[in-house]
């Protein structure tokens, strides 16, 4: 016996933990002693009942997970393995992640990293990877230290927080919108060289602006990647990867016709094989350990639903790691 974090509609929404057995898990050929999880914006999303997530029902939340391999009957995976899951619709049409066992199939697990334990792993979770495949997806653009300032929208969020750390360890000149005045010495301590209002990027704004970002990072969407996208300099990128404004793209083609601002769209549930080991080789070499602490914090699964209303309330900093057991 395990708890879990169900979600159910029968026909109301319900969410709770509680304890179930392996009967309740999904096929698959791999099964995981979970010991972290964690709460992305797409899991609060789910736990809150805010959007249409979860697509089969009963659900066990989370997304994300790191543990142990206790039963396998694929070939890439046998007990004792320490393995990471990071998407691949967990959490949405298969049971996740937010519980004491999880199966899985072997083909959507990675080898965590000898670098991180099972807890650091789930403190970078989806948000961390995700912004180490922007900093790819930018890379491979053509960002290089030195090009100038580099943008990080909602930057105390798990994206944006690990993004700031990432650029600037990487020596870029980043700085840091946040809606969070009170956040900008945590923001610097992460690596940010300079903090502003999240309001200067948030209104409707002219079609092209003043040139200044080298590149931008935004998991915000709507008017904030918009103005964005209007303030990059000649040949610059935007990598987009979230939506916490909304999904609307209320602006015109004018950055792209005029200035060449490419704007690159970043997958994390369903990115490859490569992609994925590729953001978790380099975070595992670029992410600095401590800074990565600076932005995590542990919780039991009992408070993961009280965790999940907080983070849609924008009052949740950093990286919320969930211990599943007790």
């Keep these: 016996m395990f708890n879990a974090l169900v979600l159910e509609k029968n026909p109301e929404f319900g969410a709770g933990v509680r304890e179930v057995d392996d009967t309740f898990l999904p096929e698959g050929d791999v099964t995981v002693d979970v010991a972290y999880s964690t709460i992305n914006y797409k899991d609060a999303l789910a736990i809150t009942n805010r959007s249409p997530v979860v697509r089969s029902w009963p659900m066990v939340a989370g997304i994300d997970g790191s543990g142990t391999v206790v039963e396998s009957s694929s070939p890439k995976w046998k007990a004792g393995d320490q393995v990471v899951l990071n998407g691949f619709g967990v959490g949405e049409t298969h049971k996740g992640c937010l519980a004491g066992r999880a199966r899985l199939k072997g083909d959507w697990l990675i080898r965590r990293p000898s670098r991180f334990s099972a807890r650091e792993a789930m403190a970078i979770g989806t948000a961390g990877y995700t912004a ?57 301590s992460l690596g940010a060289a300079a903090v502003i209002d999240r309001a200067e990027l948030a209104a409707p704004g002219k079609p092209l602006q003043k040139e200044r970002w080298t590149a931008v990072v935004d998991s915000v969407g709507s008017h904030t990647l918009v103005n964005a996208l209007a303030q990059t300099r000649y040949g610059g990128a935007v990598a987009a990867c979230g939506l916490a404004q909304g999904a609307d793209l209320p602006g015109t083609v004018m950055p792209f016709i005029l200035r060449g601002v490419a704007l690159l769209g970043v997958d994390s549930v369903m990115a490859p094989m490569g992609w994925r080991e590729l953001a978790w080789s380099r975070l595992a070499r670029d992410l600095d350990p401590a800074r990565l602490a600076a932005m995590t914090t542990e919780i039991p699964l009992s408070g993961a639903i009280d965790a999940a209303g907080r983070l849609m309330a924008g009052a949740v900093r950093g990286r919320i790691v969930v211990r599943t057991r007790e």
Excluded: F, I, N, Q
């Design 132 to 188: 180490m495949l922007c900093v790819l997806a930018l890379e491979r653009h053509g960002l290089r230290p030195d090009g100038g300032e580099v943008l990080v929208t909602g930057a105390t969020g798990g994206v944006g927080s690990t993004a700031v750390a990432l650029l600037s360890a990487l020596g870029h000149k980043v700085v840091a919108a946040t809606g969070k005045a009170g956040e900008a010495d945590y923001l610097k």
